[in-house]
């Protein structure tokens, strides 16, 4: 989220959100907003913002974006990014808003098969703020300046889903029909991501302990990680298919404990795979990163090999572990998608089941719940992250 285009003071700290924009006006004028189909199988028909949502639609879409430039023109000051956060946020809650008004006016003319769609204008005014938003939060000084922009989009797209504003959006009406289904998927996703976590954090903690016990030993542990990570992750959820049969047809009460070549227990093993290189890895920067000083000046003080390391060495290391659980837990997150190809369930369940129907509405259900997710995981640890270490979680 921290923007490499610019640092925080200086001319080009007002590149992106005066490009984000420009590329926003663009996009509200040039793009279609909702896309108008007979019915969720075939394509449709797109409106641009003005023939979808009027002048008062447009013009209250138009108004964050120039407020967006205004801020970026504007001369430094104390509030500065949190107003252009505000209004990064005002922007994506004004396109919603919009477009789920527009799918209210338009589905009901057409008739109740009809399905109103968000088109390519929309999503990239929805790019343009959420860009905006991640970069003048990350600059903004202090915690509750990053805070109240990110809190108050996150409460205005609640109270437009959970007020009915977006329920006629083709996108809404797929989870309504599935919406017992998509439950059970999120769990099973939080299950598999969060004992994938589990194991990658206990075996990935023991190595890099090892690794930074035993330096001799650190180039072949990190080796036959990178192996791992090599693998293509549909490939490796693939490979664990075959021993794992082989293992439950040797010894058929394993499959009473849930271990079996396809379902939940490949697909914990996979994600705790792929979880344990950044693990084993961020164990060992961070306790490689603590001060020789601070080490010598613990024994100094008489402290045995235990105690430095509790209550010396963990403690300064703690920012790094955190920074690396927060990575792991994004990464699996979005891994955990493919679980569903091998039976496992999860969101991914509906990715693939919009592939097979040609449904891309049920496609976006989800693979934008589990961006929402990933970004909440992220979003969760880094507040954490500033309020006990008070610095950026990056």
């Not at 939940?264 to 990163?289: D, E, N, Q, T, W």
Request: aromatic share 6%; glycine share 12%; charged share 10%.
């Amino acid at each position: 989220m921290r923007s490499v285009l610019s640092s925080r003071s200086g001319p080009p700290a007002l590149a992106l959100p005066v490009l984000l924009a420009a590329f926003g006006v663009a996009a509200a004028l040039l793009g279609g907003f909702v896309v108008i189909a007979p019915n969720r199988l075939l394509s449709g028909t797109p409106l641009g913002l003005w023939a979808a949502a009027g002048p008062a639609g447009t013009v209250a879409v138009l108004a964050p974006l120039a407020a967006m430039a205004g801020l970026g023109l504007a001369r430094d000051f104390a509030l500065r990014h949190m107003l252009l956060g505000l209004a990064a946020g005002a922007l994506m809650l004004a396109s919603t808003g919009i477009a789920g008004h527009a799918a209210m006016v338009h589905g009901a003319d057409a008739g109740p098969l009809t399905r109103v769609s968000l088109g390519a204008g929309f999503w990239c005014l929805l790019a343009a703020g959420f860009f905006t938003l991640a970069d003048a939060v990350e600059r903004a000084r202090t915690l509750a300046q990053k805070a109240v922009p990110v809190l108050a989009t996150a409460a205005g797209l609640f109270a437009l889903a959970a007020g009915g504003a977006l329920s006629e959006l083709s996108l809404a009406r797929e989870f309504s029909v599935r919406q017992h289904a998509y439950l059970n998927e999120l769990f099973r996703h939080l299950e598999l991501t969060g004992a994938g976590l589990v194991v990658a954090v206990a075996v990935g903690a023991a190595i890099g302990f090892m690794a930074y016990r035993r330096p001799s030993r650190a180039g072949a542990a990190f080796a036959a990680l990178d192996i791992v990570q090599t693998i293509p992750s549909i490939a490796l959820f693939a490979l664990l298919i075959g021993p794992l049969t082989t293992l439950t047809a040797l010894a058929p009460a394993l499959r009473g404990l849930g271990i079996g070549g396809i379902g939940p227990f490949p697909a914990i093993v996979a994600l705790a795979l792929y979880g344990l290189l950044p693990v084993a890895r961020g164990v060992h920067a961070g306790l490689s990163g603590v001060p020789r000083a601070a080490v010598d000046a613990a024994r100094g003080m008489g402290m045995t090999g235990r105690q430095i390391f509790t209550s010396t060495m963990v403690p300064l290391a703690l920012p790094t572990f955190f920074q690396t659980l927060r990575i792991t837990l994004v990464q699996l997150i979005g891994l955990a998608t493919l679980a569903a190809l091998i039976g496992a369930g999860g969101l991914g369940t509906f990715i693939f089941q919009g592939l097979g129907q040609t449904a891309s509405d049920l496609v976006l259900l989800g693979a934008l719940s589990a961006i929402g997710l990933a970004l909440l995981a992220d979003l969760s640890l880094r507040g954490v992250a500033l309020a006990l270490f008070r610095r950026p979680a990056t």
